[in-house]
């Protein structure tokens, strides 16, 4: 090298202490038009500058920038970067993969990127999981439209909904919370199966999907979205994110949405999905102080309408037995504040590593949700509203170079007001009516401690405990576990356990139900429902294609302790053995469920991924007091390919996704069978097509391209009145081909 | 059963027939260059990935946040790595040229 170069070292400190040579640092003069890079052992050598003298400027992502005055030619600069603060997000480099399994998290966690999202027309949160072989997406019934999901084998009840970690969509939110997010809010979407942590409460069973929104810092000024759909379906998305100072800054997120068209693509009389209307709003707010303190507030309110039942059913004629139909509407409002504030100063780092001091934080949150369902199907009414608050404190802190651990206190008030009036007919046309008072208070008190070990890059261990006393079921315990080992950084084991409870919500749970000419009888004394879950995984990345590719494998185990039962099929082995009855019951036997699952990706080729995953479910749930059978509509098994290519710097991205959906166990609703009969196994295709343009994304694309439907969604369509009428038995789309085209316009700032 | 089982295979094919290929070399009149750019959040990578490859001239583009790196291939007839300095400037961002030394 030149004699006149200057020459030195960069080395890289973190808030721990450890200071190790920085490699691709770089390394240019003030004002020069070049610059140079680190090599692996942090060295640099850069020709002199004109004129001694000048100032060097070293940076590197995520430590914060130096500048030196360089007064004559040296060889031997010694720099030292100190590790950035601020930057607390996760940086993904290089192409973003749309799905992928993380390696960072404790719980196996698979995580849906804004790439990902962006696949799929993904109008709403449902949709956004048909990439996912993890998570099945069906229909609740054939009249309301709602959709649910299932995780492990069992509905999406016994997952817990997160918003960036606050609990979501719970209570009478539920049945149609998928369709309350619009996947364009979004900025990633975390899926952790199993037993999380104890942080957000004790309701999480099977899992814990994690929303995580665009955020007010992001300066995007402007981000509109509007798709429309051969069903004429039309959407408008509008994010706004400004910074009003260094400090302030706010995002206001806007939806509106309308279904105007009534469609019966398979004749039996009903329209296919509901004739819907949603206003969605959003406005969330951040706040930065200089000394690390964070404050977040926000207020959600949201507006849906849903008209479905039989073609000719006139909302403005008065309700009688002519024609089927059924009104849905929700109103939701949401409020919450969270506070951070670090303990103390920032320490320095010191050298003697084990002593290092963990910050210390305590961090408070406060939310409060309203939410008001009132609807009809055919005679049956079914209103509520529902009150909830919740407060929770916590302190985080850690001794030592390998300990931290939280403590925190939290309380909840839930007040449910719901009404069913339940009318039902014989097969004599005889008028029956009962009023079943669903009204229920809980107040729930909490304390929960969880500790971590951190033992380097290698073995992470969270044990959580939590004790909540409830005002209806006293005390639960509420112990979690979950354990991280690295046998090397390409083969990862991770196991967690733990319990769960929940309050079933019976006719929020199960909203299918109203869309049925069944009475519903619910049993007086209901228990909390109480689950065990075990499982673990074993991820291995090794170097195959162009980029690192990766299988994974899954185990899980549900087991009920309590659980509440909906049961249309109890009639076949009690007296009175009569099937126009919904018999909502406590298990009494076992109720398990095994989840296994394979997950392979990998880059043939730069700009071409492959997904390809499997999944196979075994659940049984004990009727009828002992009779151990297999759950209704269910599917056991999945298969899911997809493949992506995208032309350079993604001017065209191609997608296509291959669905292999299971068998189900279709329940035996008026003894006409005998032994078990099953859905066929059937595949669903998608594809899209999205091309870039300057600011502009335009996309174009087809589910359900084989035009796959149910033949006979609505059972006994032709006499919605009847007790044999059903419309719960739904294992496959309801619509047909549907294609979309949509585009997205993002302002930067 | 049959269709899907041959719908899937196909589709296993055509994503072996992808596998394989060689990154594409310098074709006439084209050249790389990699910029350091003071670029320092995910945002920032969003920003110059939304507006560069849309500037004349510019055939391919790589952006690597954590070293700031920005590879550009592009047509000389069409550009040149002042102009291409200037789009990043416009950006609001410096892009310094990466001297690779052996």
Redesign the interface.
């Known amino acids: 090298m030149a004699a006149q170069d200057v020459r030195g070292t960069v080395s890289g400190l973190s808030p721990s202490g450890g200071k190790e040579p920085l490699a691709y640092a770089s390394v240019y003069w003030h004002h020069a038009a070049t610059a140079v890079m680190t090599d692996e052992n942090g060295r640099f050598a850069i020709a002199a500058p004109p004129a001694f003298p000048a100032h060097l400027i070293i940076s590197f992502v995520g430590y914060e920038s130096d500048t030196l005055v360089v007064a004559a030619a040296e060889d031997s600069l010694d720099i030292t970067l100190r590790e950035g603060t601020a930057l607390n997000e996760i940086v993904v480099t290089g192409r973003q993969a749309g799905n992928y399994i993380s390696k960072l998290s404790t719980i196996k966690t698979e995580v849906i990127s804004a790439a990902g999202l962006t696949k799929m027309a993904c109008c709403n949160l449902a949709e956004s999981f048909e990439n996912s072989a993890g998570i099945t997406v069906g229909y609740s019934d054939a009249v309301s439209g709602a959709r649910q999901i299932r995780l492990l084998g069992l509905s999406g009840n016994y997952v817990q909904m997160l918003d960036e970690s606050r609990p979501d969509m719970r209570g009478l939110a539920q049945p149609f919370g998928l369709s309350y997010t619009p996947g364009q809010w979004l900025e990633s979407i975390q899926i952790a199966k199993g037993a999380g942590s104890i942080l957000q409460g004790y309701e999480n069973i099977t899992g814990q999907i994690n929303l995580e929104y665009r955020k007010p810092i992001t300066p995007q000024p402007l981000f509109l979205n509007l798709y429309l759909d051969r069903f004429l379906r039309t959407e408008a998305n509008v994010a706004s994110s400004l910074q009003l100072s260094g400090k302030w800054s706010s995002i206001l997120l806007a939806h509106a949405s309308v279904d105007p068209e009534k469609y019966d693509g398979n004749h039996d009389g009903f329209i296919d999905e509901p004739v819907k209307r949603q206003l969605n709003l959003a406005n969330r707010w951040t706040y930065l102080a200089d000394n690390g303190a964070q404050l977040r507030f926000g207020v959600k309110g949201l507006y849906e309408k849903r008209e479905s039942g039989q073609m000719d059913f006139d909302g403005s004629r008065p309700r009688d037995t002519s024609a089927y139909g059924s009104n849905i509407e929700n109103k939701h409002f949401n409020a919450y504040v969270k506070l951070g504030i670090p303990l103390g100063a920032l320490q320095p780092p010191r050298e003697d590593l084990d002593a290092a001091p963990a910050t210390s934080n305590i961090a408070f949150t406060a939310d409060y949700t309203f939410h008001e369902l009132n609807s009809f199907f055919g005679l049956k009414n079914y209103n509520g509203r529902e009150n909830t608050a919740t407060f929770n404190t916590l302190f985080q802190s850690g001794f030592g170079k390998y300990h931290s651990y939280i403590a925190g206190a939290s309380f909840r008030w839930d007040d449910y007001r719901e009404l069913l009036e339940d009318v039902w007919l014989d097969n004599s046309r005889q008028h029956y009516n009962d009023n079943v008072n669903l009204d229920r208070r809980e107040i729930t008190g909490g304390l929960f401690g969880e500790y971590t070990f951190a033992y380097k890059e290698k073995l992470t261990l969270v044990a959580g405990l939590r004790a909540d006393y409830h005002s209806l079921y006293r005390w639960l315990f509420t112990p979690r576990a979950t354990l991280k080992y690295h046998f090397s950084d390409r083969l990862i084991l991770r196991a967690s356990g733990g319990r769960g409870f929940r309050t079933a919500n019976v006719i929020a749970d199960n909203i299918g139900m109203l869309a049925t000419g069944r009475k519903i009888q619910i049993a007086d004394d209901l228990q909390q429902e109480e689950a065990w879950t075990f499982g673990g995984s074993l991820s291995w990345y090794f170097p195959w294609g162009y980029d690192d590719a990766s299988i994974s494998v899954d185990y899980f185990r549900t087991d009920f302790t309590h659980q509440v039962l909906v049961d249309a099929e109890r009639y076949l082995y009690e007296p009175p053995q009569d099937y126009s009855v919904y018999w909502v019951y406590n298990l009494q036997g076992k109720s398990y469920s095994n989840t296994f699952q394979v997950d392979f990706s990998v880059q043939p080729a730069e700009r071409f991924t492959l997904l390809a995953a499997f999944r196979y479910t075994d659940a049984k749930t004990a009727y009828a007091y002992d009779r151990l059978r297999e759950r209704p509509l269910n599917d056991r098994f999945k298969a899911l390919l997809n493949l992506q290519y995208a032309t350079r710097m993604n001017i065209w991205t191609f997608d296509v996704t291959a669905q292999l959906n299971g068998v189900t166990r279709l329940p035996d609703l008026e003894r006409i069978h005998s032994g078990n009969r099953y859905s066929p196994a059937y595949p669903v295709f998608f594809a899209q097509v999205t091309r870039k343009f300057k600011g502009i994304d335009v996309y174009l694309g087809c589910e359900n391209i084989l035009n796959y439907m149910q033949d006979d969604p609505v059972l006994y369509a032709g006499d919605p009145y009847s007790p044999q009428f059903n419309s719960t038995v739904i294992w496959a789309p309801l619509m047909g081909r549907r294609i979309y085209a949509g585009i997205r316009y993002t302002l930067y700032k | 059963?049959k269709t899907?089982t041959i719908?899937?295979c196909s589709?296993?094919l055509?994503?072996?027939a992808?596998?394989?290929?060689a990154?594409s070399k310098l074709k006439k009149n084209e050249a790389e260059v990699t910029f350091?750019v003071?670029m320092?959040?995910?945002?920032c990578k969003?920003?110059i990935?939304?507006?560069v490859?849309?500037e004349k001239g510019?055939?391919?583009?790589?952006v690597?946040?954590?070293?700031?790196?920005v590879w550009i291939k592009f047509d000389t007839t069409k550009t040149n790595k002042e102009k291409l300095?200037k789009a990043f400037e416009k950006?609001g961002y410096t892009a310094?040229?990466?001297?690779i030394?052996n």
């Open positions: 059963m899907i719908i899937f589709l296993f055509f994503a072996a992808g596998y394989g290929q990154p350091i003071n320092s959040c995910h945002h969003n920003k990935e939304n507006a490859p849309h510019v055939v391919d583009m790589k690597t946040l954590d070293t700031k790196e300095v950006l310094r040229e990466l001297e030394k």
